[in-house]
């Protein structure tokens, strides 16, 4: 494992010194930079609201439950009192 994060430091230290040699303002690497936190701020944002979406679709199965145990009983009484 150390050596994984050994050479995705070397590659990242690399990667970086052939940017500074293609731009000197460094507009890629706010590019690169502005990018990968974009992509993390979704990653986050989305596995953050994931549980609510689960929270949600327990909630309309239990609402139809709820629906049709209502429809049952609404039949059944309008069935007493028709007669």
């Keep these: ?3 994984l994060i050994c050479s995705i430091f070397k590659i990242k230290s ?3 010194s052939y940017l500074d040699r293609i ?3 460094g507009r890629i690497k706010e ?3 502005f ?3 974009g992509l993390l701020y979704f990653a986050f944002c989305y596995l953050y609201t994931l549980h ?3 929270y949600d679709e ?3 199965e239990l609402s139809l439950k709820n629906k049709k145990r209502t ?3 609404y039949e059944k009484y309008h069935s007493g009192v028709s007669k």
Excluded: P
């Design 1 to 3: 494992m150390s050596k």
């Design 14 to 16: 690399r990667f970086s």
């Design 23 to 25: 731009d000197a303002t």
């Design 31 to 33: 590019l690169i930079g």
């Design 35 to 37: 990018v990968l936190f």
């Design 52 to 54: 609510l979406y689960r």
């Design 58 to 60: 327990t909630l309309d």
């Design 71 to 73: 429809w049952a009983l």
